[in-house]
């Protein structure tokens, strides 16, 4: 696929490079994409690790993934995960850069939440959002790099979408932005309890990493077990599986990123040794969010859902509620009001679910005294709790935690109760309050 730079103010596209600112699922894996069968599977800079060190590989999201790898069942992963660390190659992300004197003007017109007054090197999470509707465009992370430069990741099953849906509102927004988005680029999530210390002894950059915290974002070398060192990678705390955690992010458009991306992660492994740090696929990634409360998009989130539907209003900045200006406005700001109050509300909630007997997978229906009232979106037995969990679409008004409903799982009611998310405690590592 062709890396390429989109400048708002002029319609030709042209090979460019980002400058990063110097500031400072085996078969039950849903796998989503809307890359076309037709098309060849991609390949991340560490398929030919995987490979090496026994993963099985399944397609996702339009690439090569590894589902888990042999030296341990998915959870035995999970709880490895859980107890210590694990490392995972989420390289079919797509990195961009939004740069320019107007990217965080349209940033504030695409999704619901503020940008102009983020401190440098923090980011958050955020929803592009479609015009009109107010539906789900992606669900995406969003960090300021620089006084004018934003780093962007969203999801590999939405590339197609995304890059249309980019270009088009950087067309009609016609401000000075320049979009470019880091194709051929490795990112891995190291990702548990163990995570800090591990990085920590990789690192050669002084970096206190008790003073960085949940969403904070730095510019680092890391050792490299020839005695060498990586070119600067960029390193974000946060995480999609509960735990404390980091995201590593090697710029392909400025770097060699297939082998620095190698290399880093074998320095990452011979470093924290097995008893500390292990591989992980899609099969724990998945079982590990779901524990998390986190969303997949494509199955609990759409185009067809708002941010208020899914419970993440807690995106819409305090002034966008009362400003507006972003896409969708006009249909979600009314729904953060309940009907009873004088808003629209909304209709269904995402909630979560502990089912009794099978577990419920996505498509399931939730029904209460015989009338269906929502859907299943995700399902998995539960590692940690040794429970069968869920997160679905409900009817408002029986969405709060402690309401008894009945989930239809193959062919038979089983018994489910409304349940708060996350259904494991969060480790992230905050700044305190």
């Not at 890359?35 to 560490?46: A, D, I, Q, R």
């Not at 590692?383 to 069968?388: A, D």
Request: with cysteine; hydrophobic share 35%; net charge positive.
């Amino acid at each position: 696929m062709k890396s390429f730079t989109r400048i708002a103010r002029a319609s030709p596209r042209v090979k460019a490079s980002a400058s990063l600112s110097a500031a400072g699922r085996l078969s039950s894996i849903r796998c989503a994409s809307n890359v076309s069968s037709g098309e060849p599977l991609k390949k991340t800079p560490l398929y030919d690790f995987h490979v090496a060190n026994g993963a099985k590989m399944v397609p996702f999201a339009g690439y090569h993934m590894p589902v888990q790898y042999s030296s341990l069942s998915l959870a035995d992963s999970h709880h490895f995960t859980r107890n210590h660390a694990s490392l995972f190659d989420v390289s079919h992300m797509v990195q961009h850069i939004f740069k320019g004197p107007a990217a965080a003007a349209f940033l504030e017109k695409v999704t619901p939440s503020s940008w102009s007054n983020v401190a440098p090197m923090s980011g958050k999470l955020t929803t592009f959002l479609w015009p009109g509707t107010g539906g789900i465009v992606d669900d995406t992370i969003v960090t300021r790099i620089g006084e004018d430069e934003f780093y962007v990741v969203t999801n590999g099953a939405c590339l197609d979408k995304d890059t249309k849906y980019i270009d088009e509102e950087l067309g009609k927004f016609g401000g000075d932005v320049q979009w470019t988005r880091l194709d051929g680029s490795g990112l891995v999530a190291l990702q548990g309890p163990q995570a800090a210390e591990i990085l920590s002894e990789v690192l050669a950059t002084d970096i206190n990493l008790k003073d960085f915290y949940f969403g904070n974002t730095v510019q680092a070398e890391l050792k490299l077990a020839d005695g060498g060192k990586t070119h600067p990678v960029l390193i974000s705390r946060g995480g999609y599986t509960g735990e404390d955690g980091f995201e590593i992010s090697f710029n392909g458009k400025l770097y060699p990123a297939l082998e620095s991306t190698v290399k880093a992660v074998e320095s990452l492994i011979k470093t924290a040794g097995p008893e500390r740090l292990q591989m992980a696929g899609l099969g724990a990634r998945d079982s590990l969010r779901l524990e998390a409360g986190m969303c997949l998009y494509g199955h609990d989130l759409d185009d067809t859902t708002t941010p208020v539907e899914a419970g993440l209003s807690w995106i819409i900045s305090p002034e966008r509620r009362k400003a507006g200006g972003f896409h969708g406005a006009e249909i979600i700001l009314p729904q953060l009001t309940p009907k009873s109050k004088g808003g629209s509300g909304v209709e269904r909630r995402r909630v979560g679910f502990v089912v009794q007997g099978a577990p419920a997978r996505e498509g399931a229906e939730i029904q209460k005294d015989g009338q269906t009232i929502g859907t299943i979106t995700s399902g998995v037995p539960s590692p940690t709790l040794g429970k069968n969990i869920a997160m679905g679409y409900i009817k408002d008004g029986q969405h709060k935690a402690g309401t008894e409903v009945d989930v239809v799982v193959r062919g038979r009611k089983r018994q489910a109760v409304v349940t708060k998310m996350p259904f494991t405690p969060a480790k992230y590592w905050k700044a305190p309050a």
